[in-house]
Nanobody
């Protein structure tokens, strides 16, 4: 059974940090790109960051670049999202997802610009709330 399980969300003050984890099982982790997405109330789900296992390259949305860092521990089948300097506008449910094409879609300039349909498996999400 394929599973992606997010954890690490919570309530934090603006300027604080959180580290999200995405634990994967049931598929060959090394063959997939893992993306982080978020969805705020009343808004569409948006791509936050992505890491490709084929080359280890990482990609970010402009809104989080310089504040968030994605990393992968292949031995643990886990991807992390370190979130620093959090802002109230980062408040959302955060999801991780896996893409069997092992490719992080980008816009010009290397900005992470995914299409949701590219991703085969999704986690259930973890809530991140940033208070002002």
């Amino acid at each position: 059974e394929v599973q992606l399980v997010e954890s690490g969300g919570g309530l934090v003050q603006a300027g604080g940090s959180l580290r999200l984890s995405c634990a994967a099982s049931g598929f060959t982790f090394d063959d997939y790109a893992i993306g982080w997405f978020r969805q705020a109330p009343g808004k569409e789900r948006e791509g936050v960051s992505c890491i490709s296992s084929s080359d280890g390259k990482t990609y970010y949305a402009d809104s989080v670049k310089g504040r968030f860092t994605i990393s992968s521990d292949n031995a643990k089948n886990t991807v992390y999202l370190q979130m620093n300097s959090l802002k109230p506008e980062d408040t959302a449910v955060y999801y991780c997802a896996a893409d069997h094409l092992n490719f992080c879609s980008q816009a010009m300039g290397g900005r992470f610009a995914p299409e949701l349909y590219e991703y085969d498996y999704w986690g259930q999400g973890t809530q991140v709330t940033v208070s002002s």
